[in-house]
């Protein structure tokens, strides 16, 4: 093996009953037989470009240095772009409509973008389009393998003119931190847009009481640095990704307090 | 590195709730470590050969030239034999119940099949045969390694005397295609047995309505280059794989229609 | 490739919707690019170490020598330990809380076992702990490529200060075998911890029927090669690991007999 190749990341919402991953996998072989895939995950909510999106960026500070491939791809078949960008982490692969845009960001932001035009690098197919199998994965796999660069894609596109995602941010205020619940993870822990800091800037910290509200209701919860001990209604925590997070010992948080993914949520200091 | 190896690209029906495919990995592993082992899909529906047959046959042309290894085998521990095949694409190795049938006639037919006898091949085992692990997968491994060829795995076995899969062919008239459905996509999608160009054969082409008729009800659509406009009913479409589908724009047809794989679908000039 | 690898087999509870398999994934490959990666499962009930022990002691012996990664670990983040064992097999990585004992021992026993507490190996966090992708992941990755022995991975423990698992013995008494049900697989086979040497104490072997007492009703079955035929309510055999088990040809011996892991099961010579 004397041609240097990269790793590539995969993320979908194929789900895995379908042979669309393994097709994908397929084509990469084809193209590239010595690049290696690592699949993120591909049970993101089909369609949900906001999770794919959250995933992603969750994740791409443990991935190796390489390519990621991310299709969440609600509007395939309509007129949104294929795209490229160059990072300093890596390249990136998927469509313009914003999956890809907090990771890019995270990992230093694109040094330059292209749209996935030359025909050369996509396979052909006469029926309704499946881009993640005939565009993104082979563009993928000649960017992994060095058999093409960003150049031979397609044209240059400016930063500015792709599709953003618009991740809610926590509003900080004097008593209260508004945020939102971004992640139910598996175990039904909630993931919220509030950083530790931003409770740190009410005077909160470790050990201390916190009112969290949901919806009319607020619960008083002890801020611990792990799950709590078992018989707490619930805790706040920082997550393993470091955001702040509501946890139930021993129980899903998710379920006890009605939480999902876009549920408002609030952080102060209790009253009294 | 330097034993040449090929790819094996792996189907089968034992999901991934049990260790099976975990097993299946580490039997290959031992047998070849630098063999590649591709997952095409593992939720194939448990014991349908016919489900695992198509998902493999519209996989087979994006895989890499190697051994695909497909297990979907109601009949494990009867009389039923397995096999393997030689093709100008490469080999298949699986029980002789059809799985292979359809993927191997695509991909040029078989040149040669044996039945995988030879019990060096094989892990012992005292209890009931797992053939996935104890015969499919070492025949795979040392396939794709070299490590044998055919001639080691068992007798020829003529390619008349093996079990064919009867797949129900569309019937074209001169005013109607009566089909069935294939298949039905992680999005709801509706593949059927039919051809463009069996529409085509009507007179129907991209842009005209079409007569769909599903049990007692006939619904016109328009036959679209993809997923059609919010708000349309329903819509006629060839989907990735180059057959005729039928989809619902946003939706699922499936649930909209009532389409499961085996329903029979007609399609015809609307009438007027 | 100059340096030599070992694989690593990856148990987990993750599930697959999450990006944490994925995560483990990419920081493996962070650590040690060129190590293999062999997913067991990660679909073992969320929690339950009991049923992750038993699917990695059925699965040890198909896997290649290396190093196993196996997370379920409900006491993640209280004081358990993160260990290391070697064993003549190759390593394990783990937390110690018996989900590795059964296996381990299955292999020959640990010949030594360390404390995880190098922090050069782990991963920094301030959250709540995440020890699959900061604790056990980056240590299997060093140990697999041999970047590190156990000596730089922490402290020696005794081996009798770690954690077992007890698993249930089946008591053969002179008429009776009781045991229980050990696993019930994706085709609702259910395995027992009864061996076939158990039962031929009991004077009966393959062809026998057998008197089969789950919960207060007692149904006689015969002991099969398979999976006996269509029309038989139930049947006794040896799974394709070696173990006792009850099967329902064409059918679930879970639903038809009201079996689940734990449920206790006794079999003994019909009465006349």
Redesign the interface.
């Known amino acids: 093996?004397n041609e240097p190749s990269l790793?590539i990341?995969f993320?979908s919402d194929?789900?895995?009953?379908?042979?669309?991953?393994?097709?994908v996998?397929?084509?990469v072989?084809?193209v590239a037989?010595e690049v290696?895939v690592?699949?993120?995950?591909?049970?993101v909510r089909?369609g949900d470009v906001r999770a794919g999106a959250l995933?992603?960026l969750?994740?791409v500070q443990?991935?190796?240095p390489g390519v990621v491939l991310a299709v969440v791809d609600p509007g395939v078949?309509?007129e949104r772009r294929g795209i490229a960008a160059s990072t300093p982490w890596g390249s990136f692969v998927g469509p313009d409509n914003g999956l890809l845009a907090p990771a890019v960001a995270m990992v230093g932001g694109a040094q330059r973008i292209v749209s996935l035009e030359n025909p050369r690098f996509r396979l052909p197919?006469?029926?309704?389009?499946?881009d993640g199998?005939?565009v993104f994965a082979p563009a993928a796999a000649v960017l992994a393998s060095f058999q093409a660069t960003l150049d031979d894609l397609g044209p240059d596109i400016p930063a500015e003119s792709i599709t953003p995602l618009l991740l809610p941010l926590a509003e900080v205020g004097d008593n209260v931190v508004r945020g939102e619940v971004w992640w139910i993870?598996?175990?039904g822990n909630a993931e919220t847009n509030v950083a530790p800091d931003d409770l740190r800037a009410l005077g909160l910290d470790v050990g201390d009481a916190v009112a969290v509200g949901i919806g009319s209701v607020t619960r008083v919860m002890v801020w611990r640095?792990?799950?709590g001990e078992s018989g707490e209604l619930g805790v706040v925590?920082?997550?393993?990704?470091?955001?702040v997070?509501v946890?139930v010992p021993g129980g899903r948080a998710d379920e006890a307090f009605g939480l999902s993914a876009g549920v408002p949520i609030g952080f102060g200091k209790p009253a009294g």
Chains 1, 2, 3 share one sequence.
Do not use: C, K, W
Not at 14 to 23: A, M, N, P, S, T
Not at 125 to 130: E, S, Y
Not at 237 to 243: F, K, R
């Open positions: 093996m790793p990341a993320l194929f789900g895995l009953v379908d042979e669309f991953v393994g097709v996998h397929g084509v072989a084809r037989p290696r690592i699949d993120v995950t591909h049970q089909r995933a992603l969750r994740a443990y991935l190796p078949g309509t197919g006469d029926g309704v389009t499946f199998r005939d993870d598996g175990y640095l792990g799950y925590n920082v997550d393993s990704y470091g955001m997070a946890a």
